[in-house]
């Protein structure tokens, strides 16, 4: 509970004045109107679906006392105990305002945008900081994680007062160091605007979400907030060397004299210097902050090495000891659904799950899983619907450059006609390449042929883009699915 002209003082950044009429006490906050109640306070905002604007009337009629709006949005008459309070920027005071309501957070906050590879770092950075003895938590598209608490996610940037409320009982709970995802969407919406950071990764920008932003430098400008507005000039940016954005951000960073980190195989501070395949994983030679150590890490792939270090370098940034969290990268864990080793079919042949549901992700995993497979390599993907279309002409085109066998099926296809959404991924598909795939309605039956298609133990079957997903929205409706249950199952009964 927190009275409105006391929420308003801490939040007074965006510029919105004037004498209350009243000063309500606030019993919560909401965006929605569905969910106001007595005493609330709601946020009318401009969606790309509704304007917030039309559903004041209804968020007073379930309690609502007060209203945060737009400077220039005509409202409908309203009781005068109705308090009206406006800002230029609706979007990003109630995500002040949730924070200031929630009060806590953890003590160290990172975040970490990109277009891959944020699920992962948010996920190593935690497990880094849980062996250093510090009490983590991760939030992100796998959900909220840690020692006591954790929940599904519904989006990868929760919003703002959803995020703060359960920051808050984090923090309550004892948690001191949370790494979070920050989603392009999320950062253009303000979701993300309340946080106190102490650190901010970069991982790399490729084709994603064009179906939200207008263009790709539109898309960079989104992520380019968090080094640009959101990490304060205290802070750290731990930035990917080996993406052609780098320079762009160290400009932003520099200009307002952030510390700038950076990482991979050309990077100053976590530079790998050498990356060589183990039985289990990949033995590593990287030099941090001008020392030398050779690690194992037990992960395959050099995407992974680079998100490690995406890792390595926040938890470096926020104080961690170097030689301790170095150590602690032999002990990793792959994210759950992503490079994930998930069954064995009676060949022998290893089945993976992996998220990859962009072009840039596919194009990375199949050129990583391609030296296990001495065999065939094997591919079942397909993609989402109501999201970009432009990708899946070229995811089509990557897999079957890169396997040797694609099946091409459905992801989530939500309001789309799966079919409509197949014939644009095969779109995408040389005519001279259309020997080497099939089109499989149905995930489950796809699955079941790429595992039939797989004959010794030197083939291999990557199952992608839905990675640790554990339902499959065709329509409105989400049915349970989990694609490593299914291998799973399938390989079960073929053996
Ligand atoms: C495109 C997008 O990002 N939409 C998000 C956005 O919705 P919006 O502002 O467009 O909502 P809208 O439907 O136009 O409605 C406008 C406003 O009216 C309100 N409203 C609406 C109806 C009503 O009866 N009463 C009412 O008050 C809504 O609550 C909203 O505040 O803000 C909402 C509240 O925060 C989000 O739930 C919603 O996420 C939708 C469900 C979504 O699917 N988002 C995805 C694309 C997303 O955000 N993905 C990213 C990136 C994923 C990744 O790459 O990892 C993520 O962070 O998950
Ligand atoms: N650094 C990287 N470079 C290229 N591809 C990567 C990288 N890291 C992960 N990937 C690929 O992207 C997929 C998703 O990885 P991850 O979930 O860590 O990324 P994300 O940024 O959180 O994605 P999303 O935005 O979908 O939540 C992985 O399964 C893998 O195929
Ligand atoms: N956070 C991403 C997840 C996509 C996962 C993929 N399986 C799909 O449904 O396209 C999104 O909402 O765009
Ligand atoms: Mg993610």
Redesign the pocket.
């Given at each position: 509970m927190l009275r409105l002209s006391e929420l308003m003082r801490q939040t007074a950044d965006t510029g919105s004045g004037g004498v209350l009429p009243h000063d309500p006490v606030l019993a919560g906050l909401t965006l929605d109107s569905r969910k106001a109640q007595p005493g609330y306070l709601f946020a009318a905002v401009a969606g790309s679906h509704a304007d917030g604007a039309s559903f004041v009337a209804d968020a007073v009629k379930r309690g609502a006392v007060a209203i945060l709006v737009a400077r220039d949005v005509v409202l409908p008459a309203l009781d005068p105990g109705i308090v009206v309070v406006r800002d230029a920027n609706p979007r990003r005071r109630i995500a002040l305002m949730a924070a200031a309501f929630a009060g806590l957070q953890p003590a160290t906050i990172a975040a970490v945008t990109g277009t891959n590879g944020k699920s992962s770092t948010v996920h190593f950075a935690r497990h880094i900081w849980a062996s250093l003895g510090l009490n983590a938590a991760s939030v992100g598209?796998l959900g909220i994680f840690s020692a006591g608490f954790s929940r599904d996610a519904g989006?990868?940037t929760p919003d703002p007062i959803q995020l703060h409320a359960d920051l808050a009982t984090l923090a309550r709970e004892g948690v001191t160091h949370l790494a979070i995802e920050a989603?392009s969407h999320g950062l253009d919406q303000h979701r993300l605007d309340g946080l106190r950071l102490a650190a901010a990764a970069f991982t790399n920008l490729t084709r994603?979400?064009l179906d939200y932003h207008p263009s790709m430098q539109a898309y960079f400008e989104a992520k380019a907030r968090l080094f640009g507005q959101l990490l304060p000039s205290d802070g750290t940016a731990v930035v990917n060397a080996d993406s052609d954005r780098a320079a762009a951000l160290a400009e932003i960073c520099h200009r307002r004299g952030i510390r700038f980190w950076t990482y991979g195989t050309q990077g100053r501070e976590f530079r790998l210097l050498r990356d060589e395949p183990t039985a289990t994983g990949q033995h590593l030679e990287i030099e941090v902050l001008g020392t030398r150590y050779e690690i194992d890490l037990p992960l395959v792939g050099a995407f992974q090495a680079s998100n490690a270090l995406a890792a390595l370098g926040l938890v470096v940034a926020t104080g961690g000891d170097v030689t301790r969290a170095v150590s602690s990268l032999g002990t990793l864990s792959g994210a759950p659904g992503r490079l994930q080793l998930v069954a064995r079919h009676r060949s022998g042949a290893p089945v993976y799950v992996d998220?990859a549901?962009k072009p840039e992700a596919l194009e990375t995993v199949l050129r990583t899983l391609r030296p296990f497979a001495k065999g065939r390599l094997v591919v079942v993907f397909g993609?989402?619907?109501d999201?970009?279309r432009g990708k899946r002409p070229l995811m089509g085109e990557i897999a079957t450059r890169l396997a040797d066998l694609t099946i091409v099926t459905d992801?989530?296809p939500?309001s789309e006609q799966p079919v409509a959404i197949r014939a644009e991924i095969l779109r995408g598909i040389p005519p001279e390449r259309k020997n080497w795939m099939e089109e499989s309605a149905g995930r489950r039956e796809a699955i079941a042929e790429g595992l039939a298609a797989l004959r010794s133990a030197e083939d291999l079957l990557l199952i992608a883009?839905?990675?640790h997903?554990t339902g499959q929205?065709i329509g409105a409706v989400k049915h349970p699915f989990d694609d490593a249950q299914v291998a799973r199952e399938l390989a079960g009964a073929a053996s």
């Open positions: 598209t989006l990868t989603s994603e979400h998220y549901h993609c989402g619907g999201r970009d992801d989530n939500r883009g839905k990675g997903e929205t």
